[in-house]
């Protein structure tokens, strides 16, 4: 085995997945069952029962980007938490650690029932780590592993509860969260779907610079086009990436899927959108157009705005006719163009046709007339040479 690599097992089917420090951290398909696998983080020795800051660990409940996140015991106030660890291996980086940092900041900010909220972070013995809300319930990731698919109905009311948690965000403080997927979507005991994960976050307000580390950040399964290239962003990335996760909802696969991120990256930027009936004949025509509308490779393609989502979301759940997609509505109003056109082309047509008949038939009449004319005239002369 080379040097920093390592193997993982597919806790699906068993398969053994070969991994390196390139992909610690990351999320990854099997070659064998196609499904999504953690790849973990090496070198958080975290362990239950260990006191870090005022919280006592329990059990591990996963593996992010950045690390591990523990069900911990608060003691001060005698709850349950989900603390994140920073692995050691980002612990030297000012600029990660900035970045773990900035979770609470920014989600101490926001107040929203479909947020989960950070509240302490700190550093102990070296951890760093980051308190947030527990919620006690399943993440869509777990759930596509569970079921392969979500049924439309169940799925739509999942991705309009963070529609509106994305909206509440950017409108009280033009926030961007940059990482929207299953694994940052917590469904709790009632169905209610939670945001999670600010932790890659940025606020427009505050100007923050973006560095390229910055720009890589986020998945590449879900990940829009603007976003990848570095191009000037707004919350239309987060409207692409949500549209991709309920593509994978619905269909139980990634929009895009490739043997390096690169690839996959490249064709958010340049292929065509896979039908999504081609994976499930159940996914309804209105979904599919939802999905298109918020995946338009141009951003100014996509829905204007997050409440024009939720509108129509709320005319899919309701049996209602949703509207047409933009590029649906301007193909349409193409056509009506051409169709009008033609029309003028054929009356035009007609007309000039009827106005040359009717020159050549005033012509006609007119040599007539003047034959006649030069006849009368010889008759004339005749009769008078007869008297």
Known sequence: MEKDSFNIKCHSCGATLKADASTEGMTVKCEQCNKLVHIPIRGISIIPDMKIGGFTTVKRLGVGGMGEVWLAKQASMERLVALKILSPEYTDNKE???????????????NHPNIVTAFDAGVDNKIHYLAISYIEGTQLEDMLFQKHTIEEKDALRYIKDIVVALNYAWEELQLLHRDIKPGNIMVDKNGNAKLMDMGISKSLKDNLSLTQTDVIMGTPFYMSPEQALDHKIDFHIDMYALGATLYHLLTGEVPY????PAGVIQK????PLPDATAFNKAVSLEATNLIQGMMEKNPEDRFATWADVIEEIDLILSGNKVR???KQSNFMLLIIIILIIFIVAICAYFLVQQKSQKDIMKSKQESYDQIEAVYQLKFKKEKKNGL
């Open 324 to 326: 047409e997609t933009k």
């Open 96 to 110: 990660f650690v900035d970045r773990f940092i900035a979770e609470v900041k920014y989600s101490a900010r926001l």
């Open 268 to 271: 958010h930027v340049k292929a």
């Open 257 to 260: 899927d490739d043997r390096t």
